[in-house]
């Protein structure tokens, strides 16, 4: 008998949401929210009637009865850090997201809307793989400042979608691969995934690492710590140099790639130059990696928007070509992701993790 499942993914000005029959696809559809809708509520949570309704609209226009879903899932939010997995949205975890345990963000949404529709009509509800996944080697935690243990924030979703993606299609177990996942999009992260835990990862959501269209990455320190205290920046300002405006944005003035290799391509050196910076810089960071793995990688998968250019897997593989075979998944399919994670506890393939 068939699975019926609703996955809900909300982002800033928009909701995505999709519906699937086992891990078919029958529609999706992005809600899309004014910018003068969403600047009416006060906060992220106050948000959650004004979404759930614009929900059940949709799903009643479409035909839909929404007591027909066997399942409810939602992305995830800024949770306690947590293992990989699928978790019911059970009190404690339902409390975290409503307060925002790590940071306010529209995805806490996710799994408070599941848990609301689900209650409504009597079914379970989810969240898979929220960015907040650490499992982390103790070593990789030292940062060595006492006062900074390294964090992970990161693409985990679509990381571990990929991998397991990547290990079902060699007929193995993700369990048994030792794979470095590169996702590249407004943000970058490059994860090292031993045995089926990624061990260590970049902090995206503080612009840890190669910088990227949006995040300035790992800058000089001590020039960082001047520029603070220069007077000429407010807290805030600093924030937005690292998230939002560095990388391609602080260097050429916009965040789409396409843009900066057409740039590149006709002659702009700057463009160039940075461009050239964005994959060298991604190639150390997966050097890295390989040497928390000790040299034994079996397979580097590219991932995410900037995966769908011929030069992104091109100019990788000349860097990292010789540590392992590459494999591009480009995108990032977060509403499979999500039934995916939710059909293997539901079908009894891994049990629902506890929070």
């Not at 929900?55 to 009865?65: C, P």
């Not at 307060?99 to 009509?121: F, M, P, T, Y």
């Not at 998944?329 to 039934?339: R, S």
Request: hydrophobic content about 40%.
């Amino acid at each position: 008998m068939s699975i019926k499942s609703l996955i809900i993914n909300p982002g800033s000005t928009s909701t995505k949401i999709g519906v699937f029959e086992d891990e078919t696809l029958l529609f999706d559809e992005t809600l899309r929210h004014a910018t003068e809708e969403i600047a009416q509520y006060p906060s992220i949570l106050s948000q959650k009637d004004f979404r759930e309704d614009i929900i059940l609209r949709f799903l009643k226009e479409k035909g839909v009865d929404v007591k027909s879903f066997d399942v409810i899932v939602g992305r995830g939010g800024l949770l306690k850090p947590i293992p990989s997995g699928t978790y019911a949205v059970t009190d404690a975890l339902l409390a975290d997201l409503e307060v925002g345990k790590q940071g306010q963000h529209a995805s806490n949404l996710g799994g408070i809307l599941a848990r609301e529709i689900g209650d409504e009509i009597g079914v379970p509800s989810y969240i898979v793989d929220p960015v907040v996944v650490d499992e982390l080697l103790p070593v990789a935690r030292i940062s060595g400042m006492p006062e900074l243990p390294r964090r992970v924030i990161f693409h985990a979703l679509n990381q571990k979608a990929v991998a397991r993606r990547y290990a079902k299609e060699q007929g193995v177990g993700y369990d048994t691969l030792n794979l470095i996942v590169i996702h590249m999009g407004g943000g970058v992260s490059v994860g090292a995934h031993v045995k089926g835990k990624v061990v260590d990862v970049n902090n995206i959501l503080d612009g840890e690492g190669a910088f990227s269209p949006e995040r300035a990455g790992t800058v000089p320190v001590g020039d960082l710590i001047k520029l603070c205290f220069s007077g000429k920046y407010t807290e805030k300002e600093i924030y937005k140099k690292v998230c939002g405006n560095g990388g391609y944005n602080g260097y050429l003035g916009t965040n789409d790639a396409r843009e900066v290799e057409k740039r590149a391509a006709e002659g702009d050196e700057l463009a160039q130059v940075v461009l050239d910076a964005f994959y060298y810089q991604i190639a150390k960071d997966a050097g890295a990696m390989a040497a928390v793995m000790q040299g034994k990688v079996d397979q580097i998968i590219l991932t995410g928007g900037i995966a769908y250019s011929p030069l992104t897997k091109e100019r990788l593989t000349q860097f990292l070509g010789w540590i392992a075979p590459i494999t591009v998944y480009p995108g990032e399919d977060e509403l499979l992701a999500l039934v995916q994670g939710a059909l293997r506890v539901m079908k009894g393939e891994e049990p629902a993790g506890e929070y």
